[in-house]
């Protein structure tokens, strides 16, 4: 009796994380198109970098959503590199344009009058 009610239980909280997991996907993705958005029709340098960070952020989440959905744990080390390696291109961006004298001008981003 025991075994049939806890099995019930799972199964109920089964489909309530795939549920939770399936809505976090959605939103996810609406994020990336509009980051993807904002990394093209950017205004600026640091809009683009800024933009670019937020992807990778939104791609992390996704790897964690699909890494529960599926159940492996090893998907999080996945997870764990793309945060490593848009956190180093986020500083590697921001020494370039920390770079910049005043005198230089900003590679043209199609941000001119």
């Known amino acids: 009796m025991i075994a049939l009610v806890l099995g019930a239980v799972s199964t109920e909280v089964s489909r309530s994380v795939s549920t939770v997991v399936d809505v976090g996907i959605a ?10 958005y904002r990394m093209v029709k950017g205004p600026h340098l640091a ?3 800024v933009a670019g960070d937020a992807l990778a952020l939104l791609v992390v989440g996704l ?3 699909l890494a529960v959905d599926q159940r492996r744990a090893v998907s999080l080390d996945a997870a764990l590199m ?9 500083v590697a961006f921001a020494q370039y344009l920390g770079g910049l004298t005043a005198d230089q001008e900003l590679p043209e981003d199609g941000a001119g009058p």
């Open 63 to 65: 790897v964690v959503l």
């Open 47 to 49: 809009d683009r970098a």
């Open 82 to 90: 793309v945060a490593i390696v848009g956190f180093a291109a986020t």
């Open 27 to 36: 939103v996810l993705a609406v994020g990336m198109v509009l980051m993807l």
